[in-house]
């Protein structure tokens, strides 16, 4: 793709997830604003099983960075209720495609992470239309590195951290905000692992 071509693009869907964040701050603030009779009967959506799917900008961090630039990408999820009411299950995964900086070294950098978690809603007092739910989890990436022709599975840890509202009785809509460590110095010659951050907005879909 020429350069000049890819930086429109990426400048383009930047330009739209910029101005998609600022409409949810927007709608989360008028939504708290509205009297708590507006949620009287508000419905627990976070008790019911969830699926759905994310959207958002991939930026390396810490010394992936050196190597890698930022991307665009997205990928689904799948979560279920347990016995406790802020407690949940997840399944994630997602597809994620980077660019080297530089001509020489890595090329591209292709990841398939797949991982399960746990997620917490902080709980508040009062009748908030927002919820906010903490995330950790751990499983595995495939990645793929050109053009070194490396194909491997990796260990992978993540932490984040996602904000939610209402949008009808069988949609949610969010952010999230998760950072993935890819591990790789398990491998022998490895001297430093992979580090990602995801900003990206949810659509969930209550079952």
């Not at 099983?49 to 958002?56: E, K, L, N, T």
Request: proline fraction near 5%.
């Amino acid at each position: 793709m020429l350069p000049i071509l890819k930086y429109s693009i990426m400048k383009k869907y930047s330009v739209q997830l910029t101005i998609a964040l600022k409409m949810f701050i927007v709608v989360s603030v008028l939504l708290m604003l509205l009297p708590d009779k507006a949620f009287a009967r508000k419905i627990d959506y976070f008790a019911k099983p969830q699926a759905g799917i994310w959207f958002g900008v991939l930026t390396p961090v810490s010394t992936t960075r050196d190597d890698v630039g930022s991307s665009l990408g997205g990928g689904g999820f799948f979560r279920y209720t347990t016995p406790w009411t802020d407690l949940k299950l997840g399944l994630e995964s997602s597809y994620q495609f980077y660019e080297s900086k530089e001509k020489d070294g890595v090329n591209t950098l292709t990841l398939w992470p797949i991982y399960g978690n746990f997620l917490y809603r902080i709980p508040f007092t009062g009748r908030l239309p927002l919820t906010f739910q903490l995330k950790a989890g751990a499983g595995g990436t495939w990645v793929k590195i050109r053009p070194d022709r490396v194909n491997q599975w990796d260990p992978l840890g993540m932490i984040g951290i996602e904000g939610s509202f209402a949008a009808g009785r069988s949609i949610n809509i969010g952010l999230r905000l998760d950072y993935l460590l890819v591990y790789e110095e398990h491998i022998e010659g490895a001297r430093k692992n992979g580090h990602v951050i995801n900003v990206g907005i949810n659509l969930f879909f209550n079952i």
